[in-house]
């Protein structure tokens, strides 16, 4: 039995590969046939074919039928869902942040003060 991958596990799968990101990130500029996307790589068409049917399997993109090709487009919503994910932590962040800035405030108002000894 093949073991069923949760989709926020699929996306955040897809984008660990640097190819598969570099793909997305041209995907963001409008749809591109294969031989586009793999134009800038120095890798075979078939392992351009192996990227994108990771991305497709993941729903990052989606490809059409327009006459003789196949463009590939970028789906925004597994990437939304990554966003909300990462939001829970988000706030974790500012907060720290917050908190080192008023501290470092404070350490710098009290190096100040020292001053006016």
């Known amino acids: 039995m093949k073991h069923m991958q949760d989709p926020l596990s699929a996306t955040l799968s897809a984008l660990a590969d640097p190819t598969r990101r570099a793909i997305l990130a041209r995907l963001s500029q409008g749809a591109a046939t ?11 068409l078939p392992s351009v074919s192996r990227h994108l049917k990771v991305l497709e399997g993941a729903g990052l993109i989606s490809r059409g039928r327009e006459a003789q090709w196949r463009p590939c487009r970028l789906e925004a919503a597994p990437l939304r869902e990554v966003d909300g994910w990462l939001g829970r932590y ?3 962040w500012e907060g720290s942040f917050d908190r080192m800035d008023a501290y470092l405030d404070e350490l710098t108002r009290g ?4 001053k006016d000894q």
Request: cysteine-free; overall charge negative.
């Open 34 to 44: 294969v031989n586009e996307l793999a134009e800038p790589f120095d890798i075979s």
């Open 90 to 92: 988000r706030k974790f």
């Open 111 to 114: 190096k100040s003060g020292d």
